[in-house]
């Protein structure tokens, strides 16, 4: 096996251990990842770590401001949005904010503004996010407060950029290497936003970190479904982790193999957030 792939595998292995004690209750051996996908086929979502500074309600009642510590993988390109991926590990729950498509780079300003070295991200959409692969609810009216409850303490913001960008959480129950490259398995119970991405473009970006520092591995490739019977020991052990979660048994299971993969860490060290800041 090539030391950089030695390298990757040997880390998600880590990750088994080390992710252990954030799911308790889930008592099966499993990696947290997280998929960026995009709708345009052919494309990778470009995808950073950026440490959160601040959270504030917009004037315009369903929006909210997010200030990050940049910079951005890149900016924004026509027809393409920005979303945030916040994550509360220890209660399965999340948020993603999501801006408009940008229309122009006339209109940039609309999506984002950079103060110095932040950067402000004025979301349009905001829903919730779930570990489980069952539970995820579109476009709600959420109170500020219970996003400023629910993601109080996170520290590191994933971004995503692409056409319909979306960044969703996903367990990795098996994984393996093939032909110099790292194959990783999962399930999901429901064809939501991410699988009406992959409808239309296969190309995903996976990433995968240690969730005490946010540093790990990004990885692009592509990803297939498959049935119970072409990768019978990968769907014995996806059925044993949804047991494991009470899941039931998945409805689809996907196959992801990676053809490229990085080094990812946050831009910056964490910072003290102030919530409801309207400064």
């Known amino acids: 096996m090539e030391p950089d792939l030695r390298k990757l595998f040997d880390f998600i292995e880590e990750q088994k251990a080390r992710q252990a004690r954030h799911f308790p209750t889930v008592k099966f051996e499993k990696v947290l990842s997280f998929m960026g996908t995009t709708s345009l086929a052919g494309t990778h979502a470009s995808v950073g770590v950026l440490p959160l500074v601040r959270l504030q309600p917009s004037s315009a009642g369903r929006e909210l401001s997010v200030t990050l510590q940049g910079p951005l993988p890149r900016l924004p390109q026509r027809g393409e949005c920005l979303t945030v991926h916040l994550t509360n590990v220890s209660q399965y729950q999340g948020f993603q904010v999501k801006t408009r498509p940008l229309a122009s780079l006339e209109h940039l300003d ?26 995820m609810k579109f476009f709600e009216q959420i109170p500020f407060e219970e996003v400023k409850e629910t993601v109080g303490n996170v520290r590191y913001a994933l971004v995503g950029l692409g056409e319909q960008a979306n960044i969703s959480p996903r367990f990795i129950f098996h994984s393996e290497t093939r032909l110099g490259r790292v194959v990783l398995y999962h399930g999901d119970g429901l064809a939501l936003k991410t699988y009406m991405n992959l409808r239309s473009n296969r190309q995903e970006t996976r990433v995968i970190v240690d969730l005490d520092d946010y540093s790990g ?42 053809e490229t993969w990085e080094r990812i860490a946050p831009t910056a060290p964490a910072v003290k957030r102030a919530f409801g800041d309207v400064r």
């Open 110 to 135: 609309e999506l984002l503004v950079a103060r110095g070295d932040e950067i402000v991200v004025s979301g349009a959409q905001l829903f919730t996010v779930h570990h489980s692969p069952y539970t």
């Open 217 to 258: 591995y990004v990885l692009r490739g592509t990803i297939e479904e498959f049935q119970p019977h072409q990768h019978a020991e990968a769907y014995e052990k996806i059925c044993q982790g949804f047991a494991a979660g009470s899941w039931g048994k998945p409805s689809r299971t996907f196959k992801f193999t990676a």
